[in-house]
C-alpha cells in the first residue's frame, strides 16, 4: 500500500498537481485498501495530498471508514455537503492543483469542483500495471477457482441444455468456492459462437454441437479470465481446421514471447498481438475483431493492451490475455483465451482448465 | 418505448437541444431496449437526434445490435473510431448542440466531443420516474422472488452461521428463481446492524443475536429492495421498543400517504419522509441518518427521493421504498424497508416477507 502511494505522489510531483481526487471505487480499494463503495454509485472520494490521505464518505459508511489505517475520515451530510468538506480540505494543504481520474470523474462533478482548484485530468490506472506477489496470487487463486468450475460443469453439459443454464451452474461452481463472477459469463453453442460478445440466451444445445465460454472468477476484488471453446459430439473438418488455427496462433504469440523474454529484449504488446493475427490471416481467415488480449487485475479489461495500435510494453509483474478468435457468421466462432504472467523473466500461465484435442 | 423517445425528444425541444448522446447502458436499455453492453466499461453509446436514433458500438456487439428495432447501427474500429462517427453523424443531423448525460460523461469524453459542438449538460434520470405496467410488474416479481428467498432462508438461520453464510443463501436463493441480485446483499448481525450500510462479514450468530437484513432480486434489469430486522432467541426491552418505534414509525408515513391520496393533494416526498423522522425523533432517538426512501427501476436508487431536502412529489406510476431506522452505535440497529407504488390514486406494497411481530 505504502509503494503504491509513493508511486501515486511521484505522479502528482512529476504532474506539478498538488493532490489528487480519487473517484473510482476501484482507485480507492487500490490505494487505501477500503472496498466497501458500490461500483454503480457515487458513495465515497477519496482525496490524496502531499502529506495525508482522507476517506470522505457519508454516515452511512462512517463505521467502516473509520477502521482504515492511515487515512482521515471526513464525513459529509446535507448540513456539511461534500463540496463545502473538499473545499476546506484544499484550503487546509494549500491545493491550487487538483488532479483527477478524467475517464472517472463525470461532467457534473467538473463544472462543481472546478470552482475549487484548477482541475487537472491524470490518467492513473496504468499506475496499476504491475502486480505485487499478494495481486498475482489473488489472480492466480481466482484462475484456479475457474478452472474447477469449468471442469466440474463440462460433464453436464448434454443435448438439450440452454445457454443460461450453463452459466448459471458455473456462477454457482464458482460462488460455492466462496468467489464471485468477473464478469456474466458469455455462453454461445453453435453460430452464437460467431458473435464475439454474444448475449447468453435460452438456446437450446444439439447434438454435435459447438460451445464458447468466456468467463471468469473474482477473489478480493482480483479478476480471472478465461475462454474455452469445445464440441459435444462429432466436430466438421471445417470446425476442426479453425479451432487448429486459433490454438496455433495462440501458441506462436506464446512462443515469441518465450524467446524474447530468453533474449531480454523489450517486448512491445503491438508485435505479440501481430503474430497471433498474422497466422490466422495467413490461412485465410478474416482478421481477429477484436485485440489479442489485455491487462487484467481489479478490471476485466486494464492495462497492458495487446492490440495493432497499443504502445505498452510487456514487462515483469504485468499479467495479460492471449485470446486469438475466428469468427465464421451464421456458422460459428472459435476462440481460446489463457492468462499468462511475467516473473522474473519468466512466462508463466496461470489459466489451466483442459482444452480440446485435436487428434 | 415510443413514449419514452417522445418524452426525451420532448426534452430536447425545452433545453434547445439538437440531439443527445446516451452513455450510460441504463439510458442506452431504456432507450432503445438494448441491455448488452456491460455496466463497468464504456462499450457502446446511443446518439437521438430529432429524426433518428443511432447505436454505436465496437464489432464485438454488431449482431446484437443489428437486430434491435427502430434504431441504425455504426460500428467503430481502430479504423473509423468513434469520435470520427459521431463527427460524420452530427454533421448530417446539423447538429450543433449535443445534450450528455452529466452525470454518467467522463472528463476525458467531455474534453473529447467538445470539439465535435457545444455540449449541453441534462439531468435524464427523472425521466424514468414514473413506471409502465411492464416495468411495475418485471419490479413487483423482483419483491416476489425476493420474499420467497428470504421466507426459505429464515428457519435455516440458527446460532453459528456466519453473515457471509446469510448472504450466500440468499444469493442462491435468487438466482435458483432465474434472477440475479440488485446489490450485495447486506446482512449484519448484533452491533453491526447499528452500521447502516454494514460490510457482510464472517461474524457468527449468537444465541439471542438480533439479525438485519438489507436486499433484493433484479428481474429484466428492474431492482427489488427490502430490509427486515428480527431476532434468534430473546430480545431485550430495549431493541423491543426500538423495533416498535420503527414499525410504527413506517406505519405514520404509509397512512399518512393513503389519507393524501384520497383527499387527492400534492404529496411532497420531504413531507412523508418528515412524518417517520419526527416519530422516531419525538420517542427520544437520533435522527435517521438517512433519507426515509427513494424511488428504485433500473437502479437501486432513482428518482424520487424521500428526504429532507427532496423537491420530489410522489405522483401515480411511482415506486419507492419507504425504510426508517434506529441505529444504536456499539448495540444494534433496527431497520424495516418495504417497496410501495401509487397506482391510479391508490397505494399499493409490493414486498410482503413477513415481519416480526411483537406481542
Excluded: W
Aim: net charge positive.
Amino acid at each position: 500500500m505504502r509503494d503504491r502511494m509513493r508511486n501515486l505522489r511521484s505522479l502528482l510531483a512529476e504532474k506539478k498537481t498538488d493532490a489528487i481526487l480519487l473517484t473510482s471505487p476501484l482507485s480507492i480499494h487500490y490505494y487505501t485498501s477500503f472496498h466497501g463503495f458500490a461500483l454503480e454509485e457515487r458513495e465515497g472520494f477519496a482525496l490524496i495530498t502531499k502529506e495525508k490521505s482522507y476517506l470522505l464518505t457519508s454516515k452511512l459508511y462512517e463505521g467502516a471508514v473509520n477502521a482504515i489505517p492511515d487515512t482521515t475520515s471526513q464525513i459529509y451530510s446535507s448540513d456539511s455537503p461534500f463540496a463545502s468538506l473538499l473545499k476546506q480540505l484544499l484550503i487546509k494543504h494549500s491545493v491550487l492543483s487538483l488532479g483527477v481520474e478524467a475517464n472517472n470523474l463525470t461532467l457534473s462533478e467538473f463544472m462543481s469542483f472546478k470552482k475549487l482548484a484548477k482541475i487537472i485530468p491524470l490518467q492513473i490506472r496504468t499506475l496499476r500495471i504491475k502486480k505485487t506477489s499478494e495481486e498475482i496470487a489473488a489472480i492466480q487463486k481466482a484462475c484456479t477457482i475457474a478452472d474447477i468450475a469449468f471442469e466440474t460443469i463440462v460433464p453436464k453439459i448434454k443435448a438439450g441444455i440452454t445457454e443460461k443454464q450453463v452459466a448459471s451452474s458455473l456462477e454457482n461452481k464458482i460462488r460455492n468456492q466462496g468467489a464471485t463472477i468477473s464478469f456474466r459469463p458469455i455462453v454461445a453453442f453453435g453460430k452464437n459462437a460467431a458473435i464475439p460478445h454474444h448475449l447468453t440466451s435460452d438456446q437450446k444445445l444439439m447434438s454435435n454441437d459447438l460451445i464458447l465460454i468466456d468467463f471468469g472468477a473474482k477473489v478480493d476484488g482480483y479478476c480471472s479470465d478465461m475462454t474455452r471453446t469445445f464440441f459435444i459430439g462429432k466436430s466438421t473438418e471445417e470446425q476442426k481446421k479453425a479451432y487448429e488455427t486459433v490454438a496455433i496462433s495462440q501458441d506462436a504469440a506464446v512462443t515469441f514471447l518465450k524467446q524474447a523474454l530468453k533474449k531480454n529484449t523489450k517486448i512491445r504488446a503491438s508485435d505479440i498481438d501481430m503474430i497471433s493475427r498474422t497466422y490466422i490471416e495467413l490461412k485465410g481467415y478474416s482478421t481477429i475483431p477484436h485485440s489479442l488480449g489485455h491487462g487484467i487485475g481489479l478490471e476485466v479489461h486494464e492495462p497492458p493492451y495487446l492490440g495493432p495500435g497499443s504502445i505498452d510494453q510487456l514487462e515483469d509483474g504485468m499479467i495479460f490475455s492471449i485470446e486469438p478468435g475466428i469468427y465464421l457468421e451464421g456458422k460459428f466462432g472459435i476462440r481460446i483465451e489463457d492468462l499468462f504472467t511475467i516473473q522474473n523473466g519468466r512466462l508463466t500461465q496461470l489459466t489451466t482448465a483442459s482444452k480440446l484435442k485435436l487428434t
